[in-house]
Every structure is written in C-alpha cells, then in structure tokens.
C-alpha cells in the first residue's frame, strides 16, 4: 500500500477488511493476528536490490522496547455454545453476552505491543450432535445470508459410532514406484489393520486402468485382510495416472446400507485434469467422505488439497518416510470417528434458501463439523431440520429460524 500528498498536521485512517472461515483442529478454533515483522535470513551477499527490500526491511533488536501499541477487542459470535475461550499470548477480558456470544478486550491497564501475535482460540461444547445458526441481512448488496453448522459431542461415546466402510483408492503408476508406494502399502496395512470387525472395506488400485480387490466390500476380517496385503504385495509401480476414471468407480462401488463411507485417495497427484476431479468429488459428498494423501518427494499440492477441500476432508501430505508413521496415525485418528451419517438438510418452505453450498453433505466427525452457507430471500421464519443416522438410530434435528438483532449481526457472511 502506497499513500502520498500528505501534509503536515494531516491524519490518515486506514480500513482494511478480509474474511477468514476458522477450522476447527483437534476441537479448538483459533484467530491469529500477526503482528510481527522479523529479520529475514538471505544467502545472498547483496541485499541492496528491489528483490531483497523485504530481508533488508528494518527490525528492533532484542530486548529493545517497541515504540508502537495496538489495541485489539474481538467479537465470538459462534451460533452454538462457548466452553472455552482465550488468549494465550496477551492478558484479555471475556464478557459473555449469551451461552454463544463473547466479547472480547485487553485487560484494564495493559497494552499489546507488536512484538508477538494476538492469538484467539475457543472451543464449542456439548455431549451430543448440536446445530447451530448464524443469519445477516445486508441492505446494501440487497442479499440475505445463512451459515448452518453441525457440531459434533465434545466427546462422542462408541454408541454414537455407526458401522462404518472404506474405499482406498490407490495409485500404482510410474511415478509412484520405489517409497512412495512402499509408503502407500505401510499406510494401508495400518488403516485396514485397525478396523473393527463391523467395518467393512475395499480397494481400487489404478494407473493406466483399474483393479478392485472385490466387487462389493469385504467384511475386515483377518482372512480379507490377508488377502488385501496378498494384493497389496503384488502391485510395482507402472503405467499412466488415470485418476478421473478410478474415482468415477470408486463412487459407483456397491456401498453397506447405514454405514458411514470414508474413501482415501493416495497418490502423487501428477494430473492435468484437477477441476473436474474437484467437481465429482463435491457431487458425491451424500456417496462417501474423501480425504486424500500425499506421498513422493514432490507431491502435488493444489491437487491434494483441493480435492480434500473439495470433499470437505482433510489433505495429509509425506514428503519423506520418518512422517509418514505420523501422518498415518492422525489419519487414522480422524477416519475413525463418524458421529453422524447419511446426512439431510431440510429447509421448510418458509425459508426460501438458495445458492447453497455444498451441494451435497458429508458425514459429521468427531473432528470435523459439518458448514453449509448459503443465501436465503424474504423474512427469516421456520426451521431447518437436520436428519441422519447416528450409531444405529436415526435422528433429527430442528433450528429455529429469527431475525438477526442488526444488519451488523454476522456481516462477514457475504464473504465466504
């Protein structure tokens, strides 16, 4: 940002604006601010030139006070109940408005100073599945807007654990000869290790075409799981990268009624058509839950984490062979745990909702709730009703709909 003509005794005010959607990661949601501008390491013995302005840019040594302050106040307006929130790296005051709205500010006689972040978490609560709504109605842009969210319990009992069904669709091609696919074996023999007996699973490796361990998915038995590391062992790395086609008969695989299906897609991710493997994915998320992992020295990123994006996942990347045990496990950790499955969304003919993203909706985790936004026209009255399958029985869910208190209330909803 460059500002000129200004003349002395002139004040200037600068606003900015930009919107962030939080995730949740391990329960705790958390809003940095940064604030500091520290000294930049270059090997480059010349540091005079345009390009090296940011290493050469002025800094305070240690220990030397900061001339400048920031004040800071934070609204927590989360739809759903507040268990915890606050600041780890400056002392703050928390007034609760309500169970779901805080107000935050700077304890009294204390100032930020800009030499560490101002670093916001809180944490929802509840001991079973909660929804919650925000709603903002702009009278500039003439719009009105919602963002629904299902929040998984806090701590979700085994009960509330439906029988769940794993797709693993793995390439074998050329490029993932040697670790990556050393890699992609350790990783399933760890998954499909894991498995209760009620779970059930499959596997499609592919490259220039397609193998499918069974037509319908197999039991997690000892027997199938022997007979997948049989498979397993045999695949080497050759071919083609025909990512498109083996997802379009991953989804079509036969699929166990009132299960929760989980589909891992372990590749390299060199491919040239990532939009359209995008798009499947966001029209199957009612079909299965897609998370994807990365392996090889130079994995594709956008592909990875787009199409986990896309599936409302989580992307896990390993570059080399002593993460991959880690990522294996947090993997594991989250596939683990669906709260609620075969999810519907109800909006009632008084509510006029439209644009609504996703299209589809995936399983609710233990780790991961589910967002939906959206536009809506007219007044805000009725209900939402959510429906699923959590454990074995079915159940729903119902948020009253009413008007916000002011055209401020939730303004960053246009935004998302």
Same mark, same amino acid.
């Given at each position: 940002?460059?500002?000129?003509?200004?003349?002395?005794?002139?004040?200037?005010?600068? /606003?900015?604006?930009?919107?962030?959607?939080? =995730? +949740?990661?391990?329960?705790?949601?958390?809003?940095?601010?940064?604030?500091?501008?520290?000294?930049?390491?270059?090997?480059?013995?010349?540091?005079?030139?345009?390009?090296?302005?940011?290493?050469?840019?002025?800094?305070?040594?240690?220990? /030397?006070?900061?001339?400048?302050t920031f004040n800071v106040t934070a609204t927590v307006n989360a739809g759903l109940p507040l268990n915890y929130i606050a600041c780890d790296t400056y002392p703050v005051k928390v007034d609760f408005v309500s169970d779901s709205t805080a107000k935050l500010? =700077?304890?009294?006689?204390?100032?930020?100073?800009?030499?560490?972040?101002?670093?916001?978490?809180?944490?929802? /609560?509840?001991?079973?599945?909660?929804?919650?709504?925000?709603?903002?109605?702009? $009278?500039?842009?003439?719009?009105?807007?919602?963002?629904?969210?299902?929040?998984?319990?806090?701590?979700?009992?085994?009960?509330?654990?439906?029988?769940?069904?794993?797709?693993?669709?793995?390439?074998?091609?050329?490029?993932?000869?040697?670790?990556?696919?050393?890699?992609?074996?350790?990783?399933?023999?760890?998954?499909?290790?894991?498995?209760?007996?009620?779970?059930?699973?499959?596997?499609?490796?592919? +490259?220039?075409?397609?193998?499918?361990?069974?037509?319908?998915?197999?039991?997690?038995?000892?027997?199938?799981?022997?007979? +997948?590391?049989?498979?397993?062992?045999?695949?080497?790395?050759?071919?083609?990268?025909?990512?498109?086609?083996?997802?379009? $008969?991953?989804?079509?695989?036969?699929?166990? %009624?009132?299960?929760?299906?989980?589909?891992?897609?372990?590749?390299?991710?060199?491919?040239?058509?990532?939009?359209? +493997?995008? #798009?499947?994915?966001?029209?199957?998320?009612?079909?299965?839950?897609?998370?994807?992992?990365?392996?090889?020295?130079?994995?594709?990123?956008?592909?990875?984490?787009?199409?986990?994006?896309?599936?409302?996942?989580?992307?896990?990347?390993?570059?080399?062979?002593?993460?991959?045990?880690?990522?294996?496990?947090? =993997?594991?950790?989250?596939?683990?745990?669906?709260?609620? /499955?075969?999810?519907?969304?109800?909006?009632?003919? %008084?509510?006029?909702?439209?644009?609504?993203?996703?299209?589809?909706?995936?399983?609710?985790?233990?780790?991961?709730?589910?967002?939906?936004?959206?536009?809506?026209?007219?007044?805000?009255?009725?209900?939402?009703?959510?429906?699923?399958?959590? #454990?074995? %029985?079915?159940?729903?869910?119902?948020?009253?709909?009413?008007?916000?208190?002011? %055209? $401020?209330?939730?303004?960053?909803?246009?935004? =998302?």
């Open positions: 940002m460059s500002v000129g003509h200004i003349l002395p005794g002139d004040e200037i005010e600068v /606003t900015l604006r930009y919107t962030e959607h939080l =995730l +949740a990661t391990d329960k705790i949601y958390e809003f940095d601010f940064p604030t500091v501008v520290g000294p930049r390491f270059s090997n480059d013995k010349n540091t005079s030139g345009p390009a090296d302005q940011w290493v050469a840019n002025p800094y305070l040594t240690k220990d /030397t006070p900061s001339p400048s500010s =700077l304890q009294p006689g204390s100032e930020a100073t800009d030499d560490r972040d101002f670093i916001l978490k809180y944490r929802l /609560t509840g001991d079973k599945i909660i929804t919650g709504l925000l709603l903002h109605e702009d $009278e500039k842009l003439g719009e009105n807007f919602f963002l629904l969210t299902v929040q998984p319990p806090e701590k979700p009992k085994l009960t509330d654990i439906p029988d769940r069904d794993y797709v693993f669709v793995v390439d074998v091609s050329g490029s993932m000869n040697g670790f990556p696919l050393d890699t992609s074996k350790e990783l399933l023999e760890n998954l499909i290790g894991s498995l209760r007996p009620t779970d059930h699973f499959n596997i499609l490796f592919f +490259a220039g075409g397609n193998k499918v361990l069974s037509p319908t998915p197999l039991p997690a038995t000892q027997a199938n799981f022997r007979k +997948a590391l049989r498979m397993l062992d045999g695949q080497s790395g050759n071919g083609a990268t025909q990512l498109l086609p083996a997802l379009k $008969e991953a989804f079509a695989l036969p699929k166990s %009624e009132g299960t929760s299906r989980s589909m891992v897609v372990v590749s390299d991710g060199y491919v040239s058509f990532e939009r359209d +493997a995008f #798009g499947l994915i966001r029209d199957n998320l009612n079909d299965a839950n897609v998370f994807t992992f990365g392996i090889g020295s130079s994995v594709n990123p956008f592909l990875i984490e787009s199409m986990a994006r896309a599936g409302q996942g989580e992307p896990f990347i390993v570059t080399t062979k002593k993460h991959a045990k880690d990522e294996a496990t947090r =993997l594991r950790k989250l596939l683990t745990s669906p709260v609620l /499955t075969d999810v519907e969304i109800t909006f009632n003919d %008084e509510f006029e909702a439209y644009d609504i993203e996703p299209r589809t909706y995936p399983d609710v985790f233990a780790d991961r709730p589910v967002v939906v936004f959206g536009k809506y026209r007219g007044k805000p009255t009725g209900a939402i009703e959510v429906a699923g399958i959590s #454990g074995k %029985e079915k159940i729903k869910l119902s948020d009253t709909i009413s008007a916000p208190n002011s %055209e $401020e209330d939730n303004a960053a909803l246009p935004y =998302l």
